[in-house]
């Protein structure tokens, strides 16, 4: 019996230690939403998946539907924030990727949480390649990826910066909003009993 083999791109929001080489992987995909699936031997030295599903990594992933659980069955890295490199930027991806494990449990196609994810990530990726981006910078990143997901889940009405490419001058603009998207942001999350 063939397995049809789901080709995806997404973001690999963590993992945890599963059986003795193994790796369960969550991922936000861009078809298939969170999808936690089953990465073999990728805690072993001659592990191939192994680099390619670290925790903040942006990959393409192959997945296949088991009984119980996915399967990664090959994978390829086509981003990463290292966390060794970038230690600020790396904090601010984990907080949005932690953000959005709170938000979603179970599978479903989320487009907009992915434009966010993948906005989010194109900023820090590129604008730490080009120059610095500032603690504030970071902090208003994080606020505003925070925003815009609520907005795709539907826990706060449409505003501003809800759309649209993230950049240095919008997160300036950003912040004069940001003692107010706070406030909404804490709302939602109260509101949302979780």
Known sequence: MSHHIYQTKGFVLGSSVFGEADRLVHVFTEDLGLVSAVAKSVRSVKGKLR???????????????????????DAEELSRISFAESPETAR?????????????????REEGVYEALSESFSFLTYEQSVEEITREEQNNLLLLAMWRILYALGYVEEGEYIQGEINKNILSEFSKKRTQVLHKINEAMKDSHL
């Open 51 to 73: 680099y390619s599903l670290q925790d903040g990594a942006f990959s393409r992933v192959n997945l296949v539907r088991g009984k119980e659980v996915w399967r990664v069955t």
């Open 92 to 108: 601010t991806i984990a907080g949005i990727f932690s953000f959005v494990r709170r938000f979603i449990h179970g599978e479903g």
